[in-house]
């Protein structure tokens, strides 16, 4: 597996590095470490040809030198890379053409009006990035880890899973497998149907949505117990949104797992996908796997 780390150098940086240091990652595993220098204008007080830009420079290769330094000390394949621009771009971008299979970032939220306007990298990263993304949050150290995994049954939701069981979790992970069912099964209200049947219709399709429900968690339970010792089942009913963060704000899961189904374009920006929506409010590390 090839991964991408991208890096500032920040607190959440070095928690996502110290998370990925402690798995104990196989040596034919290779890392890429990266650090966006980001651009910018220099005010016409300061002369363009004086120090300062080299300045920064030399101080994002000593950054990556040590962080792909340390990583090496762990017996693994590290390289080191620095790119100017955006950041948001230029991870992107990276991620195509150094072929990474996973992005990892540690989660540095923005509040209020820039978050609406610009979105964080992250965010950006998993919506027009081409790889899975593991968004790490300050906190990951204690011991045994707690995940929760959200399934639908769909192909993306088995990719994050078969993901997730690939990255070398510990056995005693802990592993919460959830399905949230959402019984609103039509965009109008039943009286304005013209069909007497249509209740018991209805209901008929509500018991099948939480039938289907139970045996995606079932089916997944089961392939993750192949893996990890404790794994838990659920299914709860609602706005599969607001279900899975309440369902992290009571288990309190170190990280949480997730397919995306990759939605671009003006659809996406208006509407989003799940996994976005999770990542942003999420008060644990995000993995969302997003197949190739």
Do not use: W
């Amino acid at each position: 597996m090839r991964i991408l780390f991208a890096t500032d150098g920040s607190e959440p940086s070095r928690a996502a590095m110290d998370f990925l240091l402690s798995l104990g990652f196989d040596p034919e595993d290779s890392f890429v470490i990266l650090h966006v220098l980001k651009e910018f204008v220099l005010p016409d007080t300061i002369d363009p040809n004086r120090d300062f830009r080299k300045a920064g420079k030399a101080a994002a290769k000593k950054l990556v030198a040590d962080v792909a330094e340390r990583f090496r000390q762990a017996g693994l394949e590290a390289a080191d890379v620095v790119r100017e621009g955006d950041p948001a771009r230029e991870i992107t971008e990276a991620i195509v053409e150094l072929g990474a299979d996973l992005a990892v970032m540690g989660h540095k939220g923005h509040t209020g009006l820039s978050r609406f306007l610009l979105g964080s990298v992250s965010n950006h990263v998993l919506r027009h990035g081409g790889s899975s993304v593991l968004i790490v949050r300050d906190g990951m150290q204690k011991k045994p880890l707690k995940a929760l995994y959200c399934t639908d049954g769909s192909p993306h939701a088995k990719y994050a899973r078969d993901l997730f069981m690939k990255l070398p979790f510990k056995p005693d992970t802990e592993v919460d497998v959830l399905s949230v069912v959402d019984m609103q099964v039509s965009s109008l209200p039943e009286m304005y149907y013209p069909y007497s049947e249509t209740s018991t219709m209805m209901t008929e399709l509500r018991r099948h949505l939480m039938e289907q429900a139970e045996g995606y968690v079932v089916e997944d339970a089961k392939a993750l117990r192949d893996r990890f010792r404790t794994v838990r089942e659920h299914v709860t009913v609602g706005v599969p949104e607001s279900e899975i963060l309440a369902a992290i704000d009571e288990m309190a899961p170190d990280i949480t797992v997730m397919g995306s189904s990759g939605m671009r374009g003006i659809k996406g920006m208006l509407i989003g996908d799940v996994s976005q929506r999770v990542v942003k409010h999420a008060r644990s590390s995000v993995l969302v796997g997003k197949m190739p």
